[in-house]
Structure formats: C-alpha cells, structure tokens
C-alpha cells in the first residue's frame, strides 16, 4: 500500500453534491465517468495528491443505491493505492480477508480494481487500486 489514493462517497445525486464539494474542496471536478457494470456515475476531485470521488446510483441494484438506503449518504470507501495489485490481493487472502472480486476489475479513473469485504475490516469498505498502464 502507498497511499490514500482517493475516499469514496455516496451520494443520492450528482448534479446536487457536484457543486457542493467545488465549493469546500475550492476546484471543480476534473473528471465524470460511469461505471456500467458496478451501476454508478462518479466524479473525481483532485486534493493534493489524493482525490475525492463521488459516486450516485444508476438504477436500485447498484451497491451505491442499497449503501445510501442502509446508512444514507456519506463515505463509502477507502481506496489505497497499490503497485501490484495482484501481489496484493495474493497477501491480504493469505491474511484472511475475504476478496470481493477473485479478479482485479476495472474501476473509474483508469484503474484496475478490487474490494474487500467489510465484515473483515472494522466495517470499511477498501478498495485497492492500481493504475493501469498506458
Ligand atoms: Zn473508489
């Protein structure tokens, strides 16, 4: 692990929390992207090194809408930034976690992606993350 290389955050829309965190992060995001498969539209913030990324459902079946339903908006995960990520995912199995992906997936930001199941983390969500080549 590296670094922090964003937290995650729920929200119920976009278009309302957009504006909301241009103004406490003073910059407006740098990047809008859907991810089809995990049902979610995102946008990136750069802070510094690290970044804030929001995250609204597209449809009921997405993590994102059954997360808010459960606990309403706010942080969502924690993702950590990873040379190998399947170096990594190999350790923390050994280590007893439970991996919520067997593969690295593809996440938002050009990353390749992979989550670990709360139950075996305090209760936060952690994403590792690895840039993708190219
Ligand atoms: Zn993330």
Not at 17 to 36: C, G, Q, R
């Amino acid at each position: 692990m590296r670094k922090i290389e964003h937290i995650g955050i729920a929200v119920k829309e976009l278009a309302v929390s957009n504006p909301v965190f241009a103004k406490i992060l003073n910059t407006e995001p740098y990047k809008s992207e859907s991810v089809a498969s995990e049902g979610v539209n995102t946008s990136f913030f750069q802070v510094g090194e690290n970044k804030i990324e929001l995250l609204e459902a597209t449809n009921p079946e997405s993590p994102i809408a059954k997360f808010i339903e459960k606990k309403g908006e706010g942080i969502h995960h924690i993702a950590f930034d990873v040379e190998d990520i399947i170096l990594e995912m190999q350790r923390l199995e050994k280590e007893g976690f439970v991996l919520l992906n067997k593969e690295p997936k593809n996440g938002a930001d050009n990353k390749l992606v992979c989550f670990l199941h709360p139950k075996h983390t305090n209760g936060v969500l952690i994403e590792l993350c690895q840039e993708k080549a190219g």
